[in-house]
């Protein structure tokens, strides 16, 4: 079996580990601003932006039900409106 046919056999693990990896890279993030009590360094259109990118990607796990994309989406999406909404709680 070739590197290829390999990863195509696990491409559901495979999913499931950039997910994880994609999603807990926000957590030192959403940890430091709730720490600080600070989020005036967070560039608020940056954001926007990226929950609108993760609001999309999910509607497109769901269209093709991808299972990994979909929980790392939600998951990402409350992340990523966390550090958003602690950024005006805490100007």
Known sequence: MNLIEYIATYKEFLGYIAA???TT???PQVIKIWRSRSGGDISTIMYVM???SLLLWLIYGVII???PLILAEIFTLILASAILIMKFMWK
């Open 50 to 52: 990226y929950i609108i």
């Open 65 to 67: 039900g991808s299972t």
């Open 25 to 27: 890279s926000f957590l």
């Open 20 to 22: 994880g990896l994609s």
